[in-house]
């Protein structure tokens, strides 16, 4: 069983930063990949950055360069740094991991992007 939980949402303006983490329970944190997701209003969840058990990272288009997806293996967490947000990165942002075939999600956090 696996117990995911994110903080660090909030409201910030566009061109500012928010740092989202995720804590994580159960055993073998260090071997799974971690990934961020996000759901918009009305919008399908789609996946924001991945980073491997090996530190390996993947970012969807939209946010590279922008977005740093990083863990903490001896605290079981894992983070995602975002600078330069825009109106359009605004959603519930949600951690996730696949741990023994099934997948587990976090309850979410919301960042609104908004002057």
């Known amino acids: 069983q696996v117990q995911l939980v994110e903080s660090g949402g909030g409201l910030v303006q566009p061109g500012g930063s928010l740092r989202l983490s995720c804590v994580a329970s159960?055993?073998?944190?260090?071997?799974?990949?971690m990934d961020w997701y996000r759901q918009a209003p009305g919008k399908q969840r789609d996946l924001v950055a991945s980073i491997s058990g090996g530190g390996a990272t993947n970012y969807a288009d939209s946010v590279k360069g922008r977005f740093t997806i990083s863990r903490d293996n001896g605290k079981k967490m894992v983070h995602l740094q975002m600078n330069e947000l825009k109106l359009e990165d605004t959603a519930v942002y949600y951690c996730h991991q696949l741990y023994a075939a099934l997948h587990y999600w976090g309850k979410g956090t919301l960042v609104t992007v908004s002057s």
């Open positions: 159960g055993s073998s944190f260090s071997i799974y990949t």
